[in-house]
């Protein structure tokens, strides 16, 4: 199977965002933030795929649950499938960068010993 670049894939797909904004917008509790940009979105998913270049398994799942949230999942089923997959991968940095992507009342905070999701109805620690 031939994998193709993030970037590749990006000019093939429209990328699914979880926030509702179309400018993928997101914005914190202390106001207005900068939302992330296209280019933010694609960053992510070439910083992504290196890190995984020796695992696309990851990247590919990473990629089905961006699609399962575009097909309808919802906010926190995609956000805990993504922190179960980043995490059993040994790829934990990339949790809190999917911060940008998130709507409000949603946050992703690590720390050496635990991931913390913070969602409107309230908090789970993993």
Excluded at 45 to 74: C, M, W, Y
Aim: glycine share 4%; charged share 15%.
């Amino acid at each position: 199977m031939r994998r193709c670049s993030a970037s590749a894939w990006l000019s093939r797909h429209t990328l699914p965002t979880m926030s509702s904004s179309a400018a993928y917008t997101r914005h914190g509790s202390n106001g207005d933030r900068p939302g992330c940009t296209a280019e933010q979105a694609q960053a992510f998913l070439q910083d992504l795929s290196r890190a995984t270049a020796d695992q696309p398994h990851v990247l590919s799942e990473f990629r089905n649950i961006l699609f399962s949230f575009k097909n309808g999942a919802n906010v926190p089923a995609v956000v805990d499938s993504a922190v179960m997959l980043l995490r059993a991968t040994s790829h934990r940095r990339f949790l809190e960068r999917l911060n940008i992507f998130l709507p409000p009342g949603y946050s992703i905070i690590c720390s050496p010993s635990a991931i913390t999701v913070t969602t409107p109805t309230g908090v789970r620690t993993y």
